[in-house]
């Protein structure tokens, strides 16, 4: 298996676990995907040197996960895989911010250090709150829960047709390199130039699809809408899980935690 | 209605780079007919077909379904009575499940939800695919993806079904089911294919598609054993019409 085939497996794989019953696979799409967009927000506004107040926001995708009874290894998996995007960004941190910020026993953390693990920590929670939403609702009920919340119609059709379609380029992509390695054994990678032809090819093959399946779409009475029927009605475990998620992000945000415990702890 | 169920008078149709297509085409079907629709690669018979569903415009001629002429003001009416089954199922299986891509059809047509829902259970009844309901299309093996494809199809109410190539890359058994499904539909059917054996099963009447035009049309057993013409339009006897390879009967 190469390894874009193998990487499209894993992400079919996401989907597939939420088509089991679990609690959180009974919750309502659309407060599952506005608690993820609200939990986003709120780790996306804390500071650069805000690395400790995270924290206790990682209790959100666990929990969310635990109730789906997602495995963690596939989501930390992902998270692993994303994570030179992360780091890319994170890295001059360290170097270029060297002044002292807090003490932890006898070492002192520069504050560069500090911005570094939040980028990462931020990362890892945006990420595994994105994958855990994904893994306990399924694609095409996020996309049912965000046209339902009021979505642009065009962008939801897009985000279906990205994710429908996405298989079908992939494996397109991955038959035209199999069968250019199958006739250069020398070289089965593809040089600059090969790989800028396959590219084009790809593009072409890409444009004539996208043309059939508008005519299909057309045929069978396309206007501009995608339209999915989800049934779904507010249950008092959407309203407990919205309540929870509120009150969670509300004292993070408010409550300077990690703070308060330690002043619990001291007399 | 009109006792000529799609009539097509004169079609003539090229491709925007200049390459004729279509050089005249005429016939007319009845209705609860099946026909084959045979010839070479680049004979026409895809092009054909996307005039039939309006999806391209004929340069001169004209194209009816039931009372319809195909203009692009009837195309909402002309694709309520024809179904165009696509070549490659994955150009028309475009929603996250089965189920959401056959009921895609009748919710453009602005049914109610039950009825959508029956439609959508009768459909998927009707190719043998009620199991494939809720799993994404991407995931289905070749004769799946055909089912649920003619299913979304069907769920529309056509009364003329028309289908490109149905048979190709099914395994035997798949395609073997293909065609006991084709002949129990009451449809009026046109089927475009090079499997001839498929056509002599569904069709009881044969057109034959050579350089854009008709070059014969008659009932199939006539027409698919009349090697003469069938060479000349790049084509050869079913298998089932041909001598027995080891008693030559």
Redesign the interface.
Known sequence: MSPVESALAHLGALDDLAARDTPAARLDARVKALATVAFVVVVASFGRGDALRLLPLAAWPIALGALGDVPWRPVLLRLVLASPFALGVAAFEPLLDRAPALAVGGLTVSAGAVAFATILLKFALALSAALVLVATTGFDAVCAGLERLGTPRLLVAQLLLLYRYLFVLAEEAGRMVRAHALRSPDRPRPTARVAATLLGQLLVRTLARAERVHAAMRCRGFDGTMRLVRQTRLSRADLAFAAATALLLAGCRLVHLPAAFARLLTP | MSHHLVSVRDLRFAYPDGTPALDGVTFTLHHGEAVGLVGGNGAGKSTLL?HL?G?LRASSGEVRVGDWPVTPGT??EV??SL??V?Q?P???L????VE?DV???P???GLP?PE?EARVADALARVGATHLR?R????LSGGEKRAAAIA??LA?GPSVLVLDEPSSNLDPASRRALIAQLCAFEHTKIVASHDLDLVLDVCRRVLVLSGGKVVADGPSHEVLSDDELLAAARLERPLRLQACPRCGT
């Open positions: 996307l569903a999806v195309l909402r694709r309520r179904g165009l696509f490659d994955d150009d028309q475009f929603m996250p499940t959401d009921a895609f059809g919710r453009q047509l939800e959508v809720r994404p299309p991407h995931r979304a199809v529309m």
